[in-house]
């Protein structure tokens, strides 16, 4: 790889091979361990962490070029990576032990190595909106025991550590993150992600039996009072990596439906779908909602890495907003296109059932209307 690519650049020559091998990826549900492999080689497993630690320090505005470019060729990849850079980026407050950092941070850089908070439950649900984790940390004189199950741990086939949500068995229990290594006795991984979109993310589950843990992996753990509301900093840095993400795939969309308009001439038309009018003015829409899309991102990153507050509402609505606008731009890619944009010989179908998938990410519509309302009309 070009050592004299800045990383947005290194992510967008990544992306063309990334784009080749996800149709294979998507079918099969496979997972893409080669791609790991080539950001790893590329330096950019690290690029998040903090310089202190051995990381790049990258602000939040060159991760967001990143994971837009990944995203565009391979969204699965890009959810992968934007967990490893939250985990990261998160290793710069004062919760992480500084050993724990360093040791992640190095290894990332030598090898293959990710990280991903593991975090939903089947009786739970989404933390985020309430309710205590089931999964336990049982103290022992050789170590924490932990049991439970999660669901959705995305890039669970290529993690080498789970930071886990989980409750002590103390008489008063505390919650709170441990960070387990992958492959542990007792650690089952089951194979349960079949999802429509986002189908290679390898968001299964993760099955934890009575499993040892050093004392000294803790994370974090606090009474659950003394954990207080949505993280800001937490939610402005997945509106602009979760909205750059999809943002891609949108991109991707209509990069393909451009090149199948110039291309498809109707008989009785005499001339490519281009020239018609309502082509140009439905992929002028697009354009409209990228480019809405590009000055959003663009301006909360700045906000972010020059230390302008934003609020964990404003940074809500603005996720709403990012991938809600990515959605609309491939659904109007795909009202040009017809049948042929439904078919499985071409990519649309599949860049529809990707950015679907961005309405799920937390905080979904409802939560973050609510939250936004709630403060206007009672605070």
């Known amino acids: ?4 690519l800045n990383p947005g650049q290194l992510a967008r020559t990544l992306a063309v091979e990334f784009a080749a091998r996800a149709e294979t990826h998507d079918r099969d549900a496979s997972f ?25 320090g990258a602000t939040l505005a060159q991760l967001s070029e990143v994971i837009g470019a990944v995203g565009y060729g391979c969204p699965a990849t ?15 407050g004062r919760t992480w032990p500084q050993h ?3 040791r ?42 932990v049991s439970g199950h999660k669901l959705y741990s995305t890039g669970a086939p290529i993690l080498r550590w789970y930071a886990v949500w989980l409750r002590t068995d103390e008489a008063t229990p505390r919650v709170g993150t441990l960070l387990v290594p992958a492959g542990l006795p007792g650690t089952r991984i089951v194979d349960t992600w079949d999802h429509l979109g986002l189908r290679a993310s390898g968001s299964h589950d993760v099955v934890f039996d009575d499993v040892l843990v ?15 509301g949505v993280d800001a900093g937490l939610q402005a840095d997945m509106a602009v990596l979760l909205g750059a ?19 498809r001439t109707p008989a009785n038309l005499g001339a490519a779908l281009a020239t018609l009018p309502r082509s140009q003015e439905t992929v002028g829409g697009i354009q409209a909602l990228l480019l809405a899309n590009e000055r959003l991102i663009a301006g909360l990153a700045r906000d972010v890495d020059t230390g302008v507050p934003v609020s964990a509402t404003d940074s809500g609505l603005l996720k709403s907003l990012l991938t809600n606008n990515a959605v609309q731009a491939v659904e109007a890619a795909l009202s040009l296109a017809g049948n042929h944009g439904l078919s499985r010989h071409h990519p649309l179908q599949r860049h529809l059932r990707d950015v679907l998938c961005g309405r799920i990410h937390t905080p979904q519509d409802d939560s973050a209307r609510i939250a936004a309302g709630r403060h206007i009309l009672i605070s």
Do not use: C, K
């Not at 790889?1 to 004299?4: E, G, K, Q």
């Not at 993400?245 to 291309?263: E, I, K, M, N, P």
């Open 214 to 228: 050093e004392l000294d992996n803790t994370i974090d753990l606090r009474l659950p009072e003394n954990w207080g």
């Open 78 to 92: 890009a959810l992968v990576l934007v967990m490893q850079y939250i985990q990261h980026r998160s290793m710069g």
């Open 100 to 102: 724990l950092a360093e």
């Open 104 to 145: 992640l941070v190095r290894e990332s850089v030598a090898s293959v190595s990710l990280v991903n908070a593991l975090r939903v439950e089947p009786d739970l649900g989404s933390p985020a909106r309430g309710g205590l984790p089931s999964t336990t940390a049982r103290w022992t004189p050789d170590g924490w025991r």
């Open 32 to 56: 893409p361990f080669d791609n790991f492999a080539e950001l790893q080689q590329a330096g950019l497993l690290a690029l998040a962490a903090p310089r202190d630690l051995g990381g790049q």
């Open 245 to 263: 993400l999809y943002t891609g795939v949108a991109r991707a969309a209509r990069d393909w439906t451009v090149d199948f308009l110039r291309q």
């Open 1 to 4: 790889m070009n050592a004299s």
